[in-house]
């Protein structure tokens, strides 16, 4: 089972490398992407199962080499949280000098829309990057 935890914490680690660095290209480019979602929401299942496996291990009575490893191990969820709380205020954001959507032009629409979903895309990017900090991290405190 430790190997299995180890393992899905290298793909923690290239799951939320690639989610990341392609919605951060995304953002750059102002090119919003379908498959940047479908990434991201990989990643955070491998992150959740990541996360799950660690919390058998420590019931099973296995400890970690160092006790960092819970913060670490534990942060990539936190971070993951954190980050779709964040998303959710995007469009809030946004909208804010905006009196009334509807009174809006379609091309006024579509533009709103798409600053909503690049913020969300890089919101999500660098979330899905500083959980690649935390499992580096995490894999260094883990080992025995």
Same mark, same amino acid.
């Given at each position: @089972?430790?190997?299995?935890? =180890?393992? +899905?914490?290298?793909?923690?680690?290239?799951?939320? /490398?690639?989610? /990341? /660095?392609?919605?951060?290209?995304?953002?750059?480019?102002?090119?919003? +992407?379908?498959?940047?979602?479908? =990434?991201?929401?990989?990643? *955070?299942?491998?992150?959740?199962? *990541?996360? %799950?496996?660690?919390?058998? =291990? &420590?019931? *099973? #009575?296995?400890?970690?080499? $160092?006790?960092?490893?819970?913060?670490?191990?534990?942060?990539?969820?936190?971070?993951?949280?954190? +980050?779709? #709380?964040?998303?959710? /205020?995007?469009?809030?954001?946004?909208?804010? #000098?905006?009196? $009334?959507?509807?009174? &809006?032009?379609?091309?006024? *629409?579509?533009?709103? #829309?798409?600053?909503?979903?690049?913020?969300?895309?890089?919101? @999500?990017?660098?979330?899905?990057? &500083?959980?690649?900090?935390?499992?580096?991290?995490? %894999?260094?405190?883990?080992?025995?």
């Amino acid at each position: @089972m430790n190997e299995i935890h =180890l393992l +899905s914490g290298y793909l923690v680690l290239a799951a939320n /490398g690639l989610a /990341g /660095g392609f919605g951060a290209l995304a953002w750059a480019l102002r090119r919003p +992407s379908a498959i940047f979602w479908y =990434l991201l929401r990989a990643a *955070q299942a491998i992150v959740v199962a *990541q996360v %799950t496996l660690g919390l058998v =291990l &420590l019931a *099973q #009575g296995l400890r970690p080499s $160092d006790d960092l490893h819970y913060i670490y191990g534990g942060g990539p969820l936190l971070v993951t949280l954190v +980050s779709e #709380g964040m998303r959710a /205020g995007a469009a809030h954001s946004e909208l804010a #000098g905006v009196a $009334d959507l509807d009174a &809006l032009g379609p091309d006024e *629409q579509a533009d709103i #829309g798409r600053r909503v979903l690049r913020r969300e895309m890089g919101i @999500m990017a660098v979330g899905c990057l &500083l959980i690649v900090t935390l499992a580096l991290r995490a %894999t260094f405190t883990g080992g025995r």
